[in-house]
């Protein structure tokens, strides 16, 4: 079952233009990651929030959290045509509940044209 | 370090053949994952493992079998692959919870598996 959903499915902007993409989830989390992954590639994590936080930032990505709508979003600021990728959000449960396993959304496809 | 590595990275099987997917990892993980993603499914977690001989089915176990005999190693195996397990195969380890937390994932770069 999908815990985590992105929107929008797929987005094109312009170099140097900001992006954002959303996640919104069902039940209760511990934290909520973001991941990249680039055509035919692994995914790569990008930045972990914790159910406590609001606001986390790292390089050109800005992330919030709001646990009372159950949604997040990831900003890329200034966005580059390296950029170009799939974006998942992913929710982890509180593993004391006997639960190990992230769920991730279906992602949203990212386009920059340079 | 090589990360996450996993052997094949491509192959094609018939119906009803037999193969094993290999996951290695050189971080010292507790934990292994394997997921499938189709196209507009996303991520799927077909079976995990928390510890070395320890395994855990997830959302799609049906159809596959795995083993960690060794920490670093996790095998995923189709015992008679059928045309509905085409997809790419991901193999993903990580550090053991914290505070309760699960961590983040590390992950290969996939077997693409096409079942004629």
């Known amino acids: 079952s999908q815990q985590g959903e992105e929107d929008p499915q797929a987005l094109s902007i312009q170099e140097g233009e900001n992006a954002t993409m959303n996640c919104s989830y069902k039940?209760?989390?511990?934290?909520l990651q973001w991941y990249r992954q680039n055509s035919g590639r692994g995914l790569v994590h990008l930045i972990l929030i914790r159910s406590n936080e609001r606001e986390k930032h790292s390089g050109r990505l800005r992330v919030t959290l709001d646990t009372s709508k159950k949604s997040s979003s990831l900003l890329i600021t200034a966005s580059r045509a390296a950029d170009t990728a799939s974006y998942f959000c992913?929710?982890?449960?509180?593993?004391?509940?006997?639960?190990?396993?992230?769920?991730f959304g279906k992602g949203t496809k990212l386009s920059v044209i340079p | 370090n090589a990360g996450v590595t996993q052997t094949p990275k491509f192959r094609v099987l018939k119906t009803g053949q037999s193969m094993t997917l290999l996951c290695a990892q050189d971080m010292n993980h507790e934990y292994m994952y394997w997921y499938r993603q189709d196209p507009g499914m996303g991520l799927r977690l077909i079976h995990y493992?928390?510890?070395?001989?320890?395994?855990a089915k997830g959302e799609v176990p049906d159809g596959y079998n795995v083993s960690r005999l060794k920490k670093q190693n996790f095998l995923l195996g189709l015992e008679s692959a059928a045309p509905s397990q085409t997809s790419v195969y991901f193999c993903?380890?990580?550090?053991?919870?914290?505070?309760?937390?699960?961590?983040?994932?590390?992950f290969g770069p996939g077997t693409r598996l096409t079942v004629t």
């Open positions: 039940t209760s989390i511990n934290n």
């Open positions: 493992s928390v510890g070395e001989g320890t395994t």
């Open positions: 993903a380890s990580s550090y053991p919870v914290n505070l309760l937390a699960l961590r983040e994932q590390y």
């Open positions: 992913a929710t982890a449960p509180y593993s004391g509940a006997g639960s190990y396993q992230l769920t």
